[in-house]
């Protein structure tokens, strides 16, 4: 039973627009999500966290939001770029901020084309 | 500083034969865990520790044993390696900040192919 999904496996965009990224959840007592950045033979890094008690969180060129009634989160990069191409998890984390057992997503490859 | 170092970065086992993945942390966090990732799978936990001394199984802990003398180290142990354990290996740790929460930082990961 997937308790994070990212029903997209795949998402191409031209540089310079808006990278959409989407994640669902089903586990209310989620409380915490980040968002991962992993290039091939890499380990993934933190790109961006958002909690419970937020609807929306900034860095940059990324956002990521959150809607607790449809248990769904975004993040949103802005502007894409040709060095964003990698593939972005979602994972949450149900204790009160623990990240020491993430329950991830499968995860999206974003292509940005030049 | 290094962060979260893993050793090695790839390996090939023979059906049957034990290894130990290593990780060390060098930001003395309290929290370390170890994670597979498979194709289509995302990354899944296998066994986790809050501090020394003290660990516990994750979501996917069968055939594999940790443990956690010291801070900095949590040792990954393949008692008798199946093909099944095919998989890119990463260790991460991580800390507790109140209710704000923070991110775990992870390893480079171990490529490990059973044969």
């Known amino acids: 039973d997937q308790q994070v999904k990212q029903n997209s496996p795949s998402l191409s965009v031209q540089e310079g627009r808006i990278s959409i990224l989407n994640c669902d959840y089903t586990?209310?007592?989620?409380?915490?999500f980040l968002w991962y950045k992993k290039y091939p033979a890499e380990g993934p890094t933190f790109l961006i966290s958002?909690?419970?008690?937020?609807d929306k969180n900034e860095d940059g060129r990324f956002t990521v939001f959150l809607n607790k009634s449809a248990k769904h989160l975004s993040l949103h990069i802005v502007p894409s770029q040709p060095g964003d191409s990698a593939v972005y998890f979602c994972?949450?984390?149900?204790?009160?901020?623990?990240?020491?057992?993430?329950?991830f997503g499968t995860g999206t490859l974003l292509a940005v084309q030049p | 500083n290094a962060g979260v170092t893993q050793t090695p970065k790839f390996q090939v086992l023979k059906t049957g034969q034990s290894m130990t993945l290593q990780c060390a942390q060098d930001?003395?966090?309290?929290?370390m865990s170890w994670y597979r990732q498979d194709p289509g799978m995302g990354l899944r936990l296998i066994h986790y520790?809050?501090?020394?001394?003290?660990?516990d199984q994750g979501e996917v802990p069968n055939g594999y044993n940790v443990s956690r003398s010291t801070t900095e180290d949590f040792p990954l142990r393949l008692l008798s390696a199946a093909p099944s354990q095919t998989s890119v290996y990463f260790c991460?740790?991580?800390?507790?900040?109140?209710?704000?929460?923070?991110?775990?930082?992870f390893g480079q990961g171990t490529r490990l192919t059973v044969v």
């Open positions: 520790s809050v501090g020394a001394g003290i660990t």
């Open positions: 994972a949450a984390s149900p204790w009160g901020g623990a990240t020491n057992k993430l329950i």
């Open positions: 930001m003395n966090h309290e929290y």
């Open positions: 991460a740790s991580s800390y507790l900040r109140g209710r704000g929460g923070t991110e775990a930082f």
């Open positions: 586990n209310s007592m989620f409380d915490y």
């Open positions: 958002i909690s419970s008690i937020k």
